[in-house]
Every structure is written in C-alpha cells, then in structure tokens.
C-alpha cells in the first residue's frame, strides 16, 4: 500500500524553522549526558511550531486535545493554494468542494524561505470564511501561517468561529512542497493533560486515489 503512495512531513523543526509566536516561550533544548545516555529538558508552548488548537484554546471551560479519540485526527483534506491575497474570504470557500473533504488546509506562502523569524504579517481567514467553512461541516481547518486569526485580531473572531462548532485549527504548516489537491492528513498532537493546544506531527498522504483527481 505504501508503494502506491507519496507522504508530505509538512511539520516545522522546532529549534530550526519555528520560531515563537510574540509574547510565547522560545523553543529551548537542554540537554545532559549521565550516565552513558543523552536526556533533554524541553521548554516551549503549547502552541509552538505546527500546532492544533482545541476549543480550550479561546473558551473558558472548553474541550480540550487529549479529550478527543486519536481517530478525530485523521481526515481526508484539500490543499487549496492562495494566491495574491491578504485575507481568505467566504467567495473562496464557496469556490471549494464542501462536503468532498472533511479539512481544508490553505497554503499562503508557496516561496517563503525556511525562517528564523515569526512574520510580521500573513494571510489569514476573514470571520465570513470562517463561518462558511462551518457551513460546509468540515472538522478541521489548517493553515500555513502562524494563525488563522489576522496578525492585528485580539478579539480572535475566526479562533472562535471554528473552535465554537468543535472544528479544530492547525497552525503553522510547511506547505511549501504540497501541490494542491486531495489527500489524507493525519496530525497527531502530544497527549497532554488538560491542553489547549499542542505540537504535533504533521503529514499529508496522496495516494493513486487522490493523485488522480
């Protein structure tokens, strides 16, 4: 089977090229030889490097990662490529396939370099697309920019839109060697009591299936 099948790793390093959101912990790695064996102490935030967000994320009281099944974290999904924008509107989630897909995952940023530093700006969701995409029933939304939210939105309308209807937020993809198209995605987060968010190990899969469409 995995012969007929092409796997993306579209995960951030952290400690190379995720650097952390302003006002977050740096991703820091001490570690320590003793005894014949090499341990690390590691410090970062929850949300660091390519990431979900659960609804405890911006709701008081709200669900949280390590109470959702592990099969919550595999879906079929859609690489959709934006071009020349600043926002992503409801006109672009209407131009999608709802109902084909169970996540949309949009790439923004098809040139960028592996970077050292978090971007002053990116392109985000507007809270109308954010709303249609409820619309459609999807079950997660993901992004290659550090988040869904415009860099100058403290009120985190989209967060709350998305994460309100029990759909989840992946942040901070690496999209850039991901042609568009269908696939497989699978993002399994660190299972942390209680987290509002957590790192996780991102892939996407093509197989002959998808490839072909």
């Known amino acids: 089977m995995m012969e007929s099948c092409r796997i993306f790793d579209v995960t951030r390093t952290l400690g190379l090229d995720a ?12 570690a320590k030889e003793h005894g014949g064996v090499t341990t690390s102490r590691l410090t970062m935030s929850s949300h660091s490097g390519t990431h979900l967000d659960a609804p405890a994320h911006v709701f008081a009281g709200g669900k949280t990662l390590d109470e959702y099944p592990p099969e919550r974290f595999f879906v ?42 978090k971007p002053m ?46 759909v989840l937020v992946l942040e901070d993809c690496d999209l850039r060697e991901v042609p568009a198209g269908g696939y497989e995605l699978a993002c399994m987060p660190l299972r942390v009591r209680s987290s509002d968010g957590a790192p996780c190990r991102c892939v996407l899969i093509m197989s002959g299936k998808r490839a072909a469409r």
């Open 121 to 166: 700006s990116w392109i985000s969701l507007s809270p109308d697309a954010a709303a249609a995409l409820v619309r459609c029933g999807v079950r997660l939304v993901g992004i290659d920019s550090p988040s869904v939210d415009a860099v100058d939105a403290t009120e985190l309308p989209v967060h709350r839109t998305l994460l309100g209807a029990d």
């Open 76 to 117: 079929s999904a859609q690489v959709v490529e934006v071009k020349s924008r600043r926002v992503i509107t409801a006109a672009d989630v209407d131009a999608l396939r709802p109902g084909e897909y169970e996540a949309f995952l949009f790439k923004t940023r098809r040139n960028e370099p592996s970077r050292a530093h």
């Open 19 to 30: 650097p952390p959101f302003p006002n977050d912990p740096a991703f820091e790695r001490d």
